[in-house]
Every structure is written in C-alpha cells, then in structure tokens.
C-alpha cells in the first residue's frame, strides 16, 4: 500500500524540504528518494512509486492543492468543466512522474519489483465533484444518479486520462500496476458493477492489450461479497483486500481465482506486540500456500511506531 509517509523521520525531512505536497509529487529526485526510503530501510521486495491519486484530475487540467491537516482541495466539477478537461495534455504533465519512476528503476535492485498505480475512476470522480473528501461521497452519487450520462462522461474520461498515465509508468520501468478504489464499497450493487467494476475492466483491457506482460492488482476497498466478482469481470491478476475479509475467504474463494494483497489491519500495526505476531501468523499460514503477497490493508498510518514495522517483516519472513 502506502510505503512513504509521515512515520518515516527520513521522508519528513524531505517533505520540509520540497513545499507543498505536489510539489514533492512533481520532484522527480525528491520523490524517487522518498519512494526507495522504505527499501532502504526495511529491505522490502517491491516499491511503489510515491505520488498520489489525484495527479490524474491535475493532469487534466484541474486545480488540485493539499491543505495542510485538511486534505485536498478541488475547484468542484460540473458538465461544462468535464468538457474543459484536457486529455491530450495528461502525458505531459507527468512527465515528472515517470522521470521519478526511471529513477527509481535505476536505483532498484532487478530482484525488487517496482509498482506503480492510480485512482480508480469512481474514487477521482468523488473528489472532482465534491471538491474535497467526503464522508458519504454524497456529491458523486447524487450526479450519479440525477445525471448518469454527464457523470458517465466523467468517468470515461478518467478512464482514458488513467490508461494514458498508466502505460506513461510501465514504459518508465513499472512492473506492476495496482488501481485504487478506495470509495467502491459506498456503492450500491448496481452502482458497484457500473462504477467500479466497468471502467477498472476497461483500464485492465487497454493496459493488457498495449502491454501484456504487466500485472494490474485491483483494490475495491470495502467491496466484501462483490469482491470475486470484481475479480472476474475485471481480469485483475491480484486482488489487495482490507481486513474485513475473512482470511479463510480469501484463501478458499478468491485465491484461487488471483493472487491476494493483504489484509493486515494498520492499527494492529500500530498497536504491536502479540496482537501484531498473532495477525500475521494468521494471515501467512491461512494464504502463503498460494499466490500472495503480505501487506496491510489499507495504507499504513503516521503514528506507526518503526520498530513495529521491522518486527513485522521479520515476522513475515521468518527472521
């Protein structure tokens, strides 16, 4: 998940350093650094590229900032602003990101995988119409339903803006591609399978088709029950699944079907000591039979004690 962030003293120096969050996003030095500290320091077998979801509706055209102990900030969007949007300048504008990404693959041992991503299409979407986080999403679902065909649009543009990004990142050394949906399980069945399930089907399809040796892991955080359906309509390789699932579920329906990221609880990391060993023991003997990599289950938060992660990997590993 997130590997960079606050609980590293190493990345808040560089933050300090690099001004606003973007601006860090955009470094391409600064960012490659930020994104091998956690390699650096935990010797972990993968990197994921340090930016942010919400790159995309910047390459597009829109105003995006992040307000410090707030979150981001968007002008909200409407049916003239989607016309506004500016497909073709999306390559361009992150130019800087996959300089970061060639930097990092320059860098990266050729045994540790690199891993890039992006915002699923519903996700961006609620943040472009309400402008900001919101509890409910209750500004997307309400243009979703009033007016599907404006936010349908919507949608297919972020679905040509995130495959042009995407195939930007696998041509600078991505290995893997991971799609975030970290709002998909506020949906409805309905609205699951038009929202999330179609455009990361669409996004996997036209990702595969230019380059078919990547792998695309899928997170449709909260999609519970849906979860194997997502897999098979989507055509992911991997399925990130939060803590919510069952592992024994995970090992006997979903596991057979894709390989499985997951789903340690973030604050159990947090909290440590044997809680922390008795998770992980049970995570690792229930799915490392299979296709699997360890992770947590949602992104790895600020208060994370450092010592809690390396009792982790050596837990993981056996150490």
């Known amino acids: ?20 969050f973007l601006d860090l996003c ?3 030095e600064r960012a490659a650094e930020v994104t091998l500290q956690p390699i650096h320091r935990f010797d972990f077998d993968a990197a994921i590229i340090f930016s942010d979801i919400l790159t995309v509706p910047y ?73 900001r986080g919101t509890p409910d999403q209750k500004p997307a679902r309400l243009m979703a339903a009033g007016d599907p065909d404006t936010f ?9 803006a995130s495959v042009t990004a995407l195939l930007g990142q696998i041509e600078a050394g991505a290995d893997v591609i991971q799609i975030f949906d970290s709002w998909a399980g506020i949906l409805n069945d309905r609205d ?26 899928g997170f449709p955080k909260g999609a519970g029950y849906r979860t194997q359906r ?25 596991q057979p079907v894709a ?18 060993d008795a998770a992980v023991d049970e995570i690792v003997s229930a799915l490392d039979s299979g296709p699997f990599i360890f992770n947590l289950g949602h992104g790895i938060v600020p208060e994370t004690p450092i010592t809690h992660v390396e009792r982790l990997v050596k837990r993981v590993r056996g150490d």
């Open 152 to 160: 349908q649009t919507l949608i297919d543009r972020l679905v040509d």
């Open 259 to 276: 390989a499985i990221q997951g789903n340690l609880d973030p604050l159990l990391l947090v909290n440590g000591g044997d809680a922390l």
């Open 59 to 131: 390459a597009l055209g829109c105003a995006v900032e992040f307000v410090e102990g707030e979150g981001p900030r968007l002008e909200p969007i409407d049916a003239s602003g989607i016309d506004r949007l500016e497909l073709d300048c999306v390559s361009g504008r992150l130019a800087p990101v996959h300089d970061a990404l060639r930097r990092v693959r320059s860098e990266l041992s050729v045994d540790k995988a690199l891993i890039g991503f992006c915002g699923a299409p519903w996700t961006v979407a609620t943040y472009m119409v309400a402008g």
């Open 26 to 28: 955009f470094d391409p």
């Open 1 to 20: 998940m997130r590997q960079a962030g606050r609980y590293l003293p190493e990345y808040r120096r560089i933050r300090a350093e690099a001004g606003s």
């Open 230 to 254: 997502y897999i098979n309509a989507t055509k992911i390789d991997g399925i990130s699944i939060d803590w919510t699932i069952p592992v024994a579920i995970a090992a006997n329906q979903l």
């Open 192 to 217: 699951f399978d038009r929202w999330s399930i179609e455009p990361a089907a669409q996004i996997v399809a036209r990702i595969k088709a230019e380059a078919p040796h990547i792998r695309v892991i």
